[in-house]
């Protein structure tokens, strides 16, 4: 089932708009090549410009710092109580639990299960202790690993005043309550509970950036709020939040970031989510062009201002190894749990030499404890299925349902993007950009700004998944106004040409969305069929992995790039940067010295090509990364070194082109109707050599 690497005609992606001849162009050569700057919902776009703390912060800040914890209540008593009654296992394991929430890590802690029990009469007095002695916990009975064993699983209790975690209501009711209860006695009453900052990093993804900095302030990862995750081979600058941190104290850690910095702090009262941005901006260089004319790249150009590309989800929507992510979405809408798990857990190509080891270990062994042990932090999803199966040993369901919750959602969206793919792909082959009878539109006298904001946004990507706490209380209220605003292409609108082929849309499966009424709807059902899944019809009782489930959206075919501008290039040495980055601005205005080139030292080539196989950031797990845990130091590669190891000096030209998408868009995608190639992380190595 797995194959070497995923190609694009393996996830649907294999039209192109124009017959316009392309030419040859080595997209990411250097990460630098690729800069991002996240745009507000204001439009404004999201640039670094100082890295310094506002000189006045707010005087009621304690000297010593808000941000320690209140007084941390003791369980001691308590947990040795429960020992004698569940055993010392559970009772670690318990400890455990409590410490992290005790951490802070209320926003974020998985829920725990303890070890089988048959005795009902025993899990009974199980849940008692539980209500008279954890009353901010609850207890609730799961499945065992076998079918006469029950097993007592414990959480955060969401209905518990004291209990400020993200899922305790709907954001919108939780009004200015804090997430928790860290320094809530010490922050200023006139001072925005949120701090808002700006995130620049190089060759690295968010949730890695975000873990490297959570662990120096002693905080969960995901304590922080943001809009999007960024591409990982490239330059990006997002916003950021973090409750009740002060500005000095992160601005004091950039003298200690590698590839991260951060800048522009402001106190705000709300926190990002997922979805809260109007786009991204992109600024992406492309090298060693070779075409038979400046005329060929002219017109390539121009018609890729003038007609867009098709909204393809990329590659990196299915994951960069060689098990896609959409093939697990597929196994657990089909409810085949193991299949499911051994596809996350399987070995795969194309990974550092410590997972691989270890993926190949418990391939071999199935020592889930010895695999624990060899497996890297920051290889989330694996880690939460190994940690359930080692307490409950054959609960593949349950083991799922560790992974953080978008994390194992991500796996589901993977699917329907494969479809929506296919779709897309059959619409251009069979139709061209035609508007055709039975295309998807939304109704132009009845669309609502808030509809047509939607369309290839990020709570487009979510699929209006109504179990994403950060997401329902938004996706709920629109889709009802989008599902009743679609309606397909008639004769009377094909003779008005009220509708052009910019208007057409086509849905990503889900209860709650209409197909085309053309030949185009059979091409969803057909593939689902061939892969053992029913669009219509529950295959499980695991809500949340079923398609029926899922409120589905809708997406536009046809995406033209905003404020596109290009020119051409020359340089003739590989290694000259052609772009400046924010950081980079930051310099030029600073006196020498001040801010310190962010280039790495002491870099093994052959080992930082380990960390570049992806063009950007995989969806396939939350790589919170940890410096210190690969060969005790992290290994990328420097800010002055290319893909490509060529030293000639002849002159090359270089491609620059500047544009904005949509959230959720793929700008790879884009580069792949200009240049008519792969978009592949394989075919654009082949460039360098």
């Known amino acids: ?16 708009i124009s017959n316009i001849p392309g030419f040859r162009g080595i997209l990411k050569q250097r990460y630098s090549d690729f800069i991002v700057n996240e745009v507000a919902r204001d439009g404004t776009v999201v640039q670094l410009s100082t890295l310094d703390a506002p000189e006045e912060e707010p005087e009621s800040f304690q000297e010593n710092g808000t941000n320690t914890s209140d007084a941390v209540v003791s369980y001691a008593s308590q947990i040795e109580s429960f020992k004698s009654l569940a055993g010392e296992s559970d009772a670690v394991l318990l400890e455990e639990f409590i410490s992290k929430i005790n951490a802070g890590g209320e926003d974020s802690v998985s829920p725990i299960v303890l070890s089988p029990d048959s005795d009902k009469s025993h899990r009974k007095a199980m849940h008692n202790f539980f209500k008279e002695n954890f009353k901010f916990l609850v207890t609730d009975v799961v499945d065992g690993p076998d079918a006469s064993s029950k097993c007592i699983r414990v959480r955060l209790n969401s209905a518990e005043p004291n209990n400020k975690g993200k899922n305790s209501k709907k954001r919108k009711e939780r ?215 080692k307490m409950s040993p054959g609960n593949y369901l349950q083991a799922l349902k560790s992974i953080p919750r978008t994390l194992r ?96 849309i086509l849905p990503m499966p889900g209860s709650r969305v209409n197909y085309p009424t053309n030949h185009i709807a059979s091409v969803y059902e057909d593939l689902a069929k061939k892969d053992g899944i029913s669009l ?72 930082a090509f380990d960390g570049i196989r992806e063009l950007e950031s995989s969806n396939d797990g939350a790589k919170v990364e940890n410096y210190n845990e690969i060969a005790g130091e992290e290994v990328k590669l420097s800010h002055d070194e290319s893909l490509g190891g060529s030293d000639s000096q002849d002159p090359h030209i270089a491609l620059k082109l500047s544009f904005t998408l949509p959230a959720s868009c793929y700008a790879t995608m884009a580069i792949r109707e200009l240049l008519k190639t792969s978009t592949s992380v394989a075919y654009h190595k082949t460039l360098n050599q």
Request: net charge negative.
């Open 175 to 389: 009004g200015d309550k804090p997430f928790d209860s860290r320094g809530s006695e010490d922050w200023p009453e006139n001072v925005g509970k949120f701090l808002r900052f700006y995130l620049y990093k190089e060759n690295k993804d968010t949730q890695e950036a975000l873990g490297v900095i959570g662990n120096m302030l002693g905080i969960q990862p995901k304590s922080f709020g943001f809009s999007g995750t960024k591409d990982k081979r490239a330059v990006t600058t997002q916003r950021v939040t973090v409750y009740k941190q002060r500005a000095s104290r992160l601005a004091s850690l950039n003298k200690r970031l590698f590839g991260i910095k951060l800048g522009d702090f402001c106190y705000v009262k709300e926190a990002l989510c997922l979805g809260q941005l109007l786009g991204n901006r992109f600024t992406i260089t492309l090298r060693g062009i070779v075409a038979d004319s400046e005329d060929t790249i002219k017109a390539s150009a121009e018609a890729l201002g003038k007609h867009g590309f098709i909204n393809y989800f990329g590659l990196q929507r299915f994951g960069s190894g060689s098990v896609p992510t959409h093939l697990i979405g597929a196994a657990l809408l089909r409810g085949e749990w193991r299949l499911a798990v051994d596809l996350i857990l399987d070995p795969r190509d194309g990974e550092r030499n410590a997972i691989a080891k270890a993926r190949k270990y418990y391939k071999e062994s199935n020592d889930v404890v010895g695999t624990l042990k060899q497996l890297p932090r920051y290889m989330v999803a694996e880690r939460a299925v190994l940690q359930t199966l």
């Open 536 to 607: 219509t019809e529950s295959m499980h009782n695991v809500e949340e992995f079923s398609i029926t489930s899922i409120t589905g959206c809708y997406r536009r075919v046809f995406q033209k790039p905003i404020n596109f501008e290009w020119e051409l290039l020359t340089y003739t040495d590989n290694n000259t940067q052609l772009v400046e980055t924010d950081l980079d601005k930051i310099n030029k205005s600073k006196p020498m010295n001040t801010v310190k080139p962010m280039g790495a030292v002491n870099e093994k080539k052959e080992e």
């Open 409 to 504: 959602m991500l796996y589901v969206h993977s699917y329907q993007s494969y479809l929506w793919n296919h779709a897309a792909s059959k619409r251009v082959q069979k139709y061209g950009t035609e508007l055709v009878l039975g295309d998807l539109v939304y109704c132009k006298e009845n669309s609502t700004g808030k509809v047509t904001e939607l369309v290839g946004s990020e709570y487009a990507e979510d699929c209006g998944d109504r179990y994403d706490s950060n997401n329902d209380e938004v996706l709920e209220d629109v889709h009802e106004e989008i599902k009743s605003d679609v309606k397909a292409v008639d004769a009377e609108d094909l003779n008005s040409g009220s509708y052009t082929i910019d208007d057409v």
């Open 1 to 16: 089932m797995a194959m070497t690497t995923v190609e694009e005609h393996d996830v649907g992606i294999s039209c192109f």
